[in-house]
């Protein structure tokens, strides 16, 4: 696959005579790579592998219709100017609950998947947050952007314009607030199959095929993959929405509290932008797009976000640790850190600090925030 993207220009006057500058540095490669790459796992996680798609209609004409029905959508909402690091890790953000509550999130988990044993795989988010996922890795990074930025937002739109707050159902003598995103309206117990998503999970031997089903109650949503080969009947539906209404809306009333007292533990000095990655587990934490989301008023200029995309390339040139820090002509000081495959990048505006007052507000921003993963010399 290939992109060719327009280097942005500006009109500038010399002697009397007007010429146009191509700001050839405002194109961040890697950082566009890095988009191309998005695009197609974005199109194998709902179409398959281009192999797969050929060896099935030995027809190159067909892959070309099923590229052209996919990027006819994807490309218009892509929003390409406003590209940046976090295009780079395209990471996921996790809850970090107590023993206890993970523990009884593993348990409605495992007890999902033996009673629906047609149920492959199963995620957990809470708030876009990841709380616990069966599948690899980086399946779950593809359909964790699909949720976070697509399916869950227009959701909750439609929510919204909706105006629903009432329970979605009645189980005995008590309600719940779980509902169908896909599939199933549980108020009328319809079955609309034409709104299940049939995803691709590709792995180095295989490509598996699967319905994704996606369960919410309150601020807790339930990812199921279900094998293509189950026939998707309105007692799977009813029976499932069941099981899953009063246990979800029980247990996202329990995270909720937690998280609560997570949100306003984690607040942050307005003056300090941050953002932290890890290669390991793709983990992701930032200040700059708080909820993983693009934003057209960022609290960092776009100069510096280029500017954290450029240091991000010199440090993955460095094999094991190193260190960046940099002041800016408008007072902007930028640090950037890597050690053990974790990255760590610190924006702050403060221009009478020195080298020696940023580097403590940096350590601290470490030990407050990063305490137990994080480590650098």
Same mark, same amino acid.
């Not at 290939?2 to 010399?14: C, D, E, L, S, Y």
């Given at each position: 696959m290939?992109?060719?993207v327009?280097?942005p ?7 009397g005579?007007?010429y146009?500058?191509?700001l ?10 890095s988009?191309l ?13 281009f192999q ?12 070309k219709?099923?590229?052209?029905a ?18 780079v890790y ?12 993970f523990?009884?999130?593993?348990c ?16 957990f ?19 964790y ?33 779980g509902?169908f ?9 319809t079955?609309?199959l ?8 590709t792995?180095p ?19 199921m993959?279900?094998?293509? %080969?189950h026939?998707?009947s309105? =007692?799977?539906?009813? /029976? $499932? ?7 979800l809306?029980? @247990?996202?009333?329990d ?21 932290y ?8 934490k ?16 776009s ?19 190193g260190e960046?820090?940099m ?20 924006v702050?505006?403060q221009?009478?600090? %020195?080298?020696?007052?940023?580097? =403590?507000?940096?350590? /601290? $921003?470490c030990?407050?925030h ?5 480590? @650098?010399?």
């Amino acid at each position: 696959m290939a992109m060719t993207v327009n280097v942005p220009t500006q009109q500038r006057t010399r002697d009397g005579q007007v010429y146009i500058e191509y700001l050839a540095d405002d194109v961040q490669d890697h950082v566009y790579k890095s988009v191309l790459k998005t695009s197609y796992l974005m199109f194998r996680l709902f179409n398959g592998t281009f192999q797969r798609i050929l060896s099935k209609s030995e027809n190159v004409e067909m892959l070309k219709e099923k590229l052209l029905a996919f990027y006819k959508k994807y490309l218009p909402v892509l929003k390409l100017s406003q590209a940046d690091l976090l295009d780079v890790y395209q990471g996921i953000h996790f809850l970090p609950l107590d023993k206890y509550a993970f523990l009884k999130v593993q348990c409605f988990v495992n007890l999902l998947e033996a009673n629906f044993s047609h149920i492959k795989y199963t995620a957990f988010l809470y708030n876009d947050q990841l709380v616990w996922s069966g599948l690899e890795q980086d399946n779950m990074q593809v359909l964790y952007m699909y949720l976070t930025l697509s399916l869950i937002p227009s959701f909750l739109e439609t929510e919204i314009q909706g105006g629903s707050v009432m329970p979605s159902s009645k189980v005995g003598l008590g309600s719940h607030y779980g509902r169908f995103m896909t599939g199933f309206s549980s108020q009328n117990e319809t079955v609309n199959l034409s709104t299940v998503p049939t995803l691709f999970l590709t792995t180095p031997d295989s490509v598996e095929d699967f319905h994704l089903l996606i369960y919410r109650a309150l601020s807790a949503t339930v990812c199921m993959l279900v094998e293509c %080969n189950h026939q998707l009947s309105q =007692e799977f539906f009813r /029976r $499932l929405d069941s099981f899953l209404g009063p246990a979800l809306t029980t @247990l996202a009333s329990d995270i909720s509290e937690q998280y609560s007292k997570l949100a306003t533990s984690t607040t942050t000095d307005t003056q300090l932008r941050f953002i932290y990655f890890n290669h390991m587990n793709l983990a992701q934490k930032s200040s700059i797009h708080p909820d993983g989301r693009k934003s057209t008023s960022l609290p960092v200029p776009s100069d510096i976000m280029k500017l954290l995309a450029d240091i991000n390339c010199d440090l993955s040139k460095i094999n094991d640790s190193g260190e960046i820090i940099m002041k800016t002509m408008s007072e902007w000081w930028v640090v950037g850190k890597m050690s053990d495959q974790r990255e760590f990048y610190v924006v702050l505006n403060q221009k009478s600090a %020195n080298l020696i007052e940023i580097n =403590e507000e940096v350590k /601290r $921003l470490c030990a407050s925030h990063f305490q137990n993963i994080f480590f @650098l010399d």
